[in-house]
């Protein structure tokens, strides 16, 4: 879903990047804790600059990383 919605709307699109977080949560599922977390920074990066930092969705957005952060130790 995810390369059909870049493919047919645009990486910035909000369907693509709500795929890009949705996709965060099955990688998690999956327990690929590195890819969450790079492609949350992803997801941040273009949130921001399509919405702004203090939108809902980018605030959701920097929890999700921020957990990320923690779950693999950084601090």
């Known amino acids: 879903m995810l390369k059909a919605s870049q493919r047919t709307l645009d990486s910035e699109h909000p369907n ?5 977080n949705n996709l965060t949560n099955s990688y998690s599922d999956l327990g690929r804790r590195q890819e969450v977390m790079k492609l949350f920074e992803k997801v941040l990066e273009l949130r ?3 919405l ?4 809902p969705n980018t605030l959701r957005v920097i929890n999700g990383l921020a957990n990320s952060y923690s779950y693999l130790g950084y601090r």
């Open 52 to 55: 702004s930092s203090e939108h």
């Open 16 to 20: 693509t990047l709500r795929a890009m």
């Open 48 to 50: 921001q600059r399509t």
